[in-house]
Every structure is written in C-alpha cells, then in structure tokens.
C-alpha cells in the first residue's frame, strides 16, 4: 500500500472556483426558467424546448464542472481524453432531459420526484466521475470510498431540492424572477459543493507517463476566458434567433386554427 505521503499535492485558484460556482448559479437559473417554458408550450413544440432545454441545462452543469477541474492545479501537466470528456456531456445532457421532463409534468408525486432525482444525481455523479477519467497524468487516480459515497448522495439530495423548486417555480408571477435567484443560487452552490466533494474524493499517486492517444491540453484560464466571453456572445445571439423563430412559427399556428 502506497503512503499517503507519497501522493501529489494540488492547490486552487480560487478566482476560477468562484467562476465555476457562479456558472453553476446561471445554469440552475436557466433550469429553472427553462422548466416554466417547456411546461407552458404546446405538445408540438414541447420537444424542441424540452431537448434544447437538456442541452442548454447539460451544458451550464458540464461547463462548471470543467471549470472546477481546471481550477485545480497539480506540480504535473495534465491533459484530457476527449472521448471521454464528450461522454461525460452527454451523460449530463441525458440527466438533464430527465429533470425537465419530471418538472414540467403536470403533477409531481413522491415517486416520481425520487424517480427523477435519482436519475438525475446519478447522471451529475457519472458526469463527474467520467470527466475525471478523462484526466492523463503521470499519476494513477485513487480514491476515498466514503467521500464519494457522499458526493453521490449529495448529488441526488440536491437534485431532489433542484426538481422540488423547478417544479413550484413553473408559473410566472411578478415574484418568478427574486424567487428564481434565490433558488439558482441554492441550486448552484449545492450543484459546486457536490463537485467539490467528488474532487476532495481523489488522490493522485505518482506513476508511468500516461498514454496521450486522443488526449488534449486544455489553454490556462486566463486564455479560455476570452474565449468563454466570445462563445457566450454568439450562443445568446443564437438563443434569441432561435426563440423568436418557434414563437413566430406558434403564433402562425394558433393563427391559423382561429
């Protein structure tokens, strides 16, 4: 059994932690906005909202988590297996899809609130654990059973909260907007402090160099940023062009039934 001792040590650069926290906060609140449209539109167009929705909601959840991950920082280079990280968004994508469909059921019993959060915490969890199998380094990733163990429960716990505010928020009032903070914020902070624990789970035992087939180096943070910024300009122009098109294409519709 290897010490303890002989494990790398990593450290945080906690201005990229609190970036990923506060993507974590923006995804929960486009869940929550995003559960109230797709409840509200028509069964011809509840497909469309209800698969961009998974996208948009997998995509925020993977883009924290990712940020986490390169907010952590090893006396090591490390790079990523990008089969293995485009699994891990699919995985999320898929969980994602299964959270919006039981929040935007017209009725949301126990089971199916338990049903959905399972599914989901376990979609978030795989997520998580996928990503970090995407890691190569010239270490071999161990870890503690126990914290992972609690990084899976918290992650279907907050899942459960996250389904339970999604599906009371669904109706627009003039509160929707101070209430949907509140809660993405909950939901954000509950999503980080799963990922963190999941994080705090692994230690990295020096080993061989890794085999970099199909593996990529990731930019530093302060690169990536511009390219976050550039990339969030042109995915909202998008949304926006998108949105208006199925609204337009659904006023035609109704138009055209009276």
């Not at 539109?41 to 990712?66: D, N, P, T, V």
């Not at 929040?103 to 126990?110: F, L, T």
């Not at 376990?122 to 914290?147: K, N």
């Not at 949907?180 to 963190?196: D, E, F, P, Q």
Request: proline residues 5%.
């Amino acid at each position: 059994m290897i010490s303890a001792s002989a494990a790398l040590t990593g450290s945080y650069d906690y201005i990229e932690v609190a970036r990923s926290v506060f993507i974590a906060i923006v995804a929960s609140y486009a869940a929550l906005d995003l559960a109230g449209r797709v409840t509200a539109a028509k069964s011809g167009i509840r497909l469309a909202w209800l698969s961009g929705g998974a996208i948009a909601m997998g995509i925020g959840i993977w883009a924290m988590h990712f940020k986490g991950m390169l907010a952590f920082h090893l006396p090591v280079p490390v790079e990523y297996h990008w089969p293995t990280v485009l699994a891990s968004l699919l995985v999320v994508i898929l969980a994602s899809a299964v959270a919006l469909y039981v929040a935007s059921r017209p009725k949301m019993g126990p089971v199916e609130a338990l049903t959905g959060s399972i599914f989901m915490g376990a979609g978030i969890a795989g997520m998580h654990y996928i990503g970090m199998a995407a890691m190569r380094l010239p270490a071999v990733t161990q870890y503690s059973p126990f914290l992972v163990t609690c990084s899976i429960l918290l992650a279907i716990l907050f899942s459960l909260i996250a389904l339970l505010m999604a599906f009371g928020l669904r109706e627009e009032t003039r509160w929707s907007v101070p209430r949907r903070l509140g809660s993405a914020t909950v939901m954000g902070v509950a999503v980080s402090a799963m990922h963190y624990t999941g994080m705090a789970a692994a230690g990295f035992i020096p080993a061989s160099p890794p085999d970099l087939f199909h593996a990529v180096s990731i930019p530093p943070p302060w690169q990536l940023w511009s390219f976050y910024c550039d990339l969030d300009r042109t995915c909202g122009r998008r949304h926006y062009i998108v949105r208006g098109q199925v609204g337009a294409r659904y006023q035609r519709k109704e138009a055209r039934r009276r």
